[in-house]
Structures are given as C-alpha cells and as structure tokens.
C-alpha cells in the first residue's frame, strides 16, 4: 500500500482520484499506472475503459495500493450512472472492446475527456465525474455552461489514448493534452473563463441533477422516475437536433451563427 493516502470526494472521477494520490506520494502518474498494471508474473493489468467500468483485477489493484473501498473506486467511474440514470452498461465487459460498441449505440454515451468548471476547480481541485455526460451542460453552483475544450489546444480535456492520467501535475491544473510531438498542452484550466449560463438553462440542469441523483421529477402535473425522465430528455433533444439540422429549420427558429 502508498504510505500517503487521500480521501476520494463523493463527487469525484477516478482519474482525478488517483492523479491525487499520485501527488501526495510523490509519484508521477506514469508510475503509478506502472504500479497498477504490473503483476509479479510479468503479465499487465488492463487499464481500458477505467472510467467506464474498470476490471475487477483493476479495482482490486487500486484497493490494495490506496485503502479505498471497491465500491468507492467503481462509483467514481460511469457505473454510477448506470440503470437509466442517465446510461445503461449492461453486458459491458471491459476485456471485451465489442461490447463498448454495443453500450455506445445507446446514443449520448460519454466520448473519451470531459468537460469542467473551471470555478469548481480552483476551488477544491476536484475533477467531478458528472462533467462527463453529455446532459451535463451547466455548473448548478456557479451558474455558468460548462467549458467543454481547452482554449489553447483545441480539444476536449483529458483526451488521452496511452494513459488516462495526466503526465504532469500541479496546482495550476495543466491540460495536459498530447500535442503531436512536442511537449503536453501547459495551459492552466483555471484560466478558463465560463459563460453565464441562461435562467432556463440553470433550471434544465438542476432538474437533471435532482433525477441523476434518484429524485422523481414532475412533468405536466405527472411524476416521471428518474430513468424515465432522463431518457424522454434524451429523447428530446435528438428530435430538435434532427428538426434544427434540416435545411430548411432556418426558416423556422433562430439558429445561433
Ligand atoms: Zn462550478
Ligand atoms: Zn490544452
């Protein structure tokens, strides 16, 4: 087991996690993962889909280095939301690729990175696991949209395809993006600068949040279960989006520039 050990925050994704335990022990992140994948045979553990529902050979791995409960380690990937609230994992085996392509069809499932709220993040620098879902599109506390790419490389945060952990840690929150065959993205995220997000829009999030976390919503003096109401939202926006993408929608709405 590491001698420095941390507690996870109740909110908080895996890679964040154990980006600050990494930290405390005075590990880079390319060592720890080597600690979590080598067994004394000489074989790897796998590190795929971490954040989707890691291996049971995973999990145990990271109990036995940090002291967490296996539950703690898997609520703090995308098992959290499985059952409908808002995705559906079933038959998912991380050992098996095809059966990723399978729970992807469902449609809005998370793509690789996140996205954040810089002001949650130079306040505790803790990387929330909601940022992840694709319903997730405002901050609830700071009442602003979520910043979904790095304003200096481009891309989506933590979009990392050899390790899911960033190579260089520290109190600025680097990006840490690969860029081809220089040096990782050194943008701070703290410099991020989040729009105000619209009354409606803050109203949306909240009650998305209220059925993510369990609660019965209304709808039109009904009450809708959480997995009902999160896949009618899903539902929703995939028919506007299909409306708003015809050629002939501008005649109809006013569509941003
Ligand atoms: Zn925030
Ligand atoms: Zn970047």
Known sequence: MLPARVAIDPRESLDSYLERIALVNDLTTKSLVRMLKENRDGSSVSTAFMLVRPSDELVGRIVDLTGLGA????????????????????????????????????????????????????????WQLSWKLPVSTVCPDHGVYLVAECSRCSRRFRTRHHSPLRPRLDEHQPCGNPLGFSAPCRHSILREKPTAASEGA??????VTAAIQGEETSVLDGALAPPAYLAEVRNLTTLLLHLASRSRARGFVALPV
């Open 71 to 126: 539950s703690a380690v898997e609520n703090s990937t995308l098992l959290r939301y499985d059952g409908g609230a808002p995705l559906n994992l079933d038959g998912f085996d991380p050992l098996d690729r095809a059966s990723y392509r399978a729970i992807v069809c469902q449609g809005w499932f998370p793509q690789h990175g996140t996205q954040l709220c810089p002001l949650c993040l130079s306040h505790d620098g803790i």
């Open 202 to 207: 803050i109203r949306t999030a909240t009650r």
